[in-house]
């Protein structure tokens, strides 16, 4: 599993860094999840260079984050403006990460083929 992680966090840095197009399934978009809170988690218990190297950790991965969110909003058929909803206070986050947990489309859908 560590192997899958780390292999998952490598393909979208390096070759989907600026990667809005296509789909990302369930796994793909979970996996980044898992990588950035533990990475963040880490960082927020370093003393003092913490919040500095916790900035610049969110600045380097704001892209990744937004592609790899945009793709698995078009895995469900949903454009990847809907990330926009984030910017609803309190409750917007919540309603996107809602919005990427269920499956995706099993068939062809605006977006292209279903993701691996």
Same mark, same amino acid.
């Given at each position: 599993?560590?192997?899958?992680?780390?292999?998952?966090?490598?393909?979208?840095?390096?070759?989907?860094?600026?990667?809005?197009?296509?789909?990302?399934?369930?796994?793909?978009?979970?996996?980044?999840?898992?990588?950035?809170?533990?990475? %963040?988690?880490?960082?927020?218990?370093?003393?003092? &260079?913490?919040? @500095?190297?916790? $900035? !610049?950790?969110? =600045?380097?991965? #704001?892209?990744?984050?937004?592609?790899?969110?945009?793709?698995?909003?078009?895995?469900?058929?949903? %454009?990847?403006?809907?990330?926009?909803?984030?910017? &609803?206070?309190? @409750?917007?986050? $919540? !309603?996107?990460? =809602?919005?990427? #947990?269920?499956?995706?489309?099993?068939?062809?859908?605006?977006?292209?083929?279903?993701?691996?």
């Amino acid at each position: 599993m560590p192997q899958k992680v780390i292999s998952n966090f490598i393909n979208i840095v390096t070759g989907k860094y600026f990667c809005f197009n296509g789909r990302a399934g369930r796994a793909e978009f979970w996996l980044w999840i898992l990588v950035m809170f533990l990475v %963040s988690a880490v960082l927020g218990f370093i003393p003092k &260079i913490g919040a @500095i190297l916790g $900035l !610049i950790w969110t =600045l380097a991965m #704001l892209l990744p984050s937004l592609g790899v969110t945009a793709r698995r909003l078009h895995d469900r058929d949903k %454009s990847g403006w809907m990330i926009l909803v984030c910017l &609803i206070p309190f @409750i917007g986050t $919540l !309603i996107l990460l =809602l919005m990427c #947990l269920p499956e995706g489309d099993r068939n062809d859908n605006r977006f292209g083929s279903p993701a691996n």
